[in-house]
């Protein structure tokens, strides 16, 4: 069974502050990590994508893979109210014509 | 990225009824789309992969009776759920692969009930 899980929070970060998001995967078979970004009533956004382990940075947005311990995390530097969402980690395990595996997302929070 | 449209954007339908939602990729051509449901406060769960041309392959858990679809062309797949019941009441979401297998784009998502 693949699960990929997720703190559901809120977490709750000032704004300004590093915003850190962490993801666990249990299928070791996984390839690829994605973080979406989901507004309450919307479907997920993609923000980025990971497949190597270490960092990839995207303007704001640092996504951390280290595939030995099986973990995931997404940091949002100099957080804004706009960054407050539900934050959906995903896995994908090849095989082609697989979907994602989501995660329950987390419930993060921009303090003005 | 690809543009995805889905219709209605919400439904409300007796029990009983039956409700067909439709996915389609406006500026790409799609052989894959998926069709995921999330609950409130749940994650998104796959419940089907839809190819054009053949038979949607569904998860384990997913009734293929119920949830009927249909992948007729490149730009265009269609979830039917029949005999709804009020706990089918829930958001239904599309996506499509692109050319990358990391891409997906996903739709705005059908939000159903059922009373």
């Known amino acids: 069974q693949k699960e990929v899980e997720q703190n559901s929070g809120p977490l709750s970060v000032p704004e300004g502050a590093i915003a850190s998001l962490n993801c666990t995967y249990s299928d070791r078979g996984s390839q690829s990590f994605f973080w979406y970004r989901q507004y309450s009533g919307k479907s997920p956004e993609l923000i980025m994508f990971i497949y190597s382990n270490g960092d990839k940075e995207d303007g704001r947005f640092t996504a951390q893979l280290n595939k030995a311990s099986q973990y995931v995390s997404l940091l949002i530097r100099d957080s804004q109210p706009s960054d407050s969402a539900t934050y959906l980690c995903?896995?994908?395990?090849?095989?082609?014509?697989?979907?994602?595996?989501f995660g329950k997302g987390t419930h993060l929070i921009i303090q003005p | 990225g690809a543009v995805v449209s889905q219709h209605p954007s919400w439904v409300i339908c007796k029990s009983g009824t039956s409700v067909k939602i439709e996915c389609r990729s406006l500026?790409?051509?799609?052989?894959?789309m998926f069709w995921y449901r999330q609950f409130p406060k749940q994650s998104l769960m796959l419940m089907a992969t839809?190819?054009?041309?053949?038979?949607?392959?569904?998860e384990q858990g997913v009734e293929k009776d119920k949830f009927l679809i249909n992948h007729a062309s490149l730009t265009l797949s269609t979830l039917t759920v029949t005999s709804a019941h009020p706990e089918d009441s829930s958001f239904y979401i599309c996506?499509?692969?692109?050319?990358?297998?990391?891409?997906?784009?996903f739709g705005p998502g059908t939000r159903l009930t059922v009373t």
């Open positions: 995903a896995a994908y395990s090849g095989g082609g014509a697989d979907g994602l595996t």
């Open positions: 500026d790409f051509q799609a052989t894959t």
């Open positions: 839809s190819n054009e041309g053949s038979k949607a392959t569904y």
């Open positions: 996506s499509t692969r692109g050319r990358a297998y990391y891409e997906q784009y």
